[in-house]
């Protein structure tokens, strides 16, 4: 498709500038760490650190938990839910995402949580929950799945101000994440991979396996072809994955009918990456992809993995006429819920 004609696309399409938004994630999540300042790390570390949170919200909580996973000192779980779970302890962190500040589940699960006396801390553009606990605000006016810098930016600083995991130099990593932006930007880059990727996953049911650590990469990327793109698909990380859904995928149905797409890094397990080899040689599918994801760190790799999910899952949408913005049927039922 030529650049002129995808020019067109997008400006008919994209009501919302969802593509102007994605070239500032760098800058935007360099803005919530405050790039540059040092961060002072309290004494002492909570037990575990609770993530409220839904959709693009929560996300943020899956990639601080993988981190604390790989680097941490304390555990970190995200909860999708009303309530809080039974076994949180009195000296656990709670931590509330809610772009609009307004999401029905965080709301609930926060109060419980402020009723309960544990130390609990916000982040929101506004709304209900900027009322409630230590509020870290973020800036408001865009679509929610595209805050991502700034909401996963600020929990990790609070995390890492808490003493859960570590700081790591940032030096150099804005500017490599801008050049990752400007090699996924189908609009501006000709010879973006973005494109000729999303046009290979229209029509078929969509896999994505990933190394252990970025699993909240591969669930994240299913959210955004699930909203950006209005597509089904499915995640699931190695090493479980070939415990089970390999069957399937050496099957001679999933052929002409599957499009797989594998995110790895270079920090993963040495068995995991045999895993990954003997995939691409056995796995017969006609769409493959194995997407590594870029990095000097897993952070950087996880950062890596957004941009690059962002701009297919929206060639996805503008490949289907879709504009990545809308999301009418999440909006009807919050109506619905309201009444």
């Known amino acids: ?17 969802m593509l102007g938004f994605l070239r500032l994630f760098p800058s935007d999540f360099a803005t919530q760490m405050k790039d540059g300042e040092s961060i002072e790390v309290n004494p002492k570390t909570p037990s575990s650190v609770l993530c409220l949170g839904m959709g693009g919200s929560a996300a943020a909580g899956d990639f601080l938990a993988s981190l604390a996973n790989y680097q941490g000192d304390a555990q970190v779980t995200t909860w999708r839910n009303y309530e809080l779970p039974n076994w949180i302890e009195d000296d656990s962190l709670v931590v509330a995402t809610s772009y609009s500040g307004n999401t029905e589940e965080t709301l609930d699960a926060t ?3 402020i009723g309960k006396g544990l130390e609990t801390a916000v982040i929101s553009s506004g709304g209900k929950l900027a009322e409630l606990g230590n509020h870290i605000s973020v800036p408001s006016g865009q679509p929610p799945r595209s805050a991502f810098g700034h909401l ?10 808490c ?21 996924f930007d189908f609009v501006n880059n000709p010879n973006s991979p973005s494109l000729a990727l999303a046009q290979t996953l229209l029509d078929r049911d969509i896999g994505i396996v ?24 499915r995640s699931n990380p190695l090493p479980e994955m070939n415990h089970n859904e390999i069957i399937a995928w050496t099957d001679d149905s999933a052929k002409t009918s599957q499009a797989l797409i594998l995110l790895t890094w270079s920090g993963m397990h040495e068995r995991v990456e045999k ?20 990095g000097e760190s897993l952070l950087e790799a996880m950062l890596y993995s957004c941009i690059a999910m962002d701009w297919i899952s929206c060639a996805v949408a503008i490949l289907r006429g ?18």
């Open 210 to 233: 990933t190394a252990a650590e970025l699993e909240c990469a591969g669930t994240r990327f299913v959210n955004q072809l699930n909203e950006n793109g209005g597509v089904f698909a």
């Open 111 to 113: 109060a419980e949580a």
């Open 322 to 339: 879709k504009d990545p913005s809308a999301i009418g049927a999440i909006r009807s039922l919050k109506d619905h819920l309201s009444q």
């Open 163 to 183: 003493g859960v995991i570590p700081n790591e130099d940032l030096s150099g990593l804005i500017e490599r994440l801008e050049e990752t932006v400007e090699e």
């Open 275 to 294: 895993r990954v080899h003997w995939m691409m040689e056995n796995v017969e599918v006609e769409v493959a992809w194995q997407l590594h994801c870029e």
């Open 152 to 161: 996963f930016g600020a929990l990790l600083r609070k995390s890492i101000s």
């Open 1 to 17: 498709m030529s650049e002129g004609k995808i020019t067109d696309l997008v400006d008919t399409l994209d009501s919302e500038d």
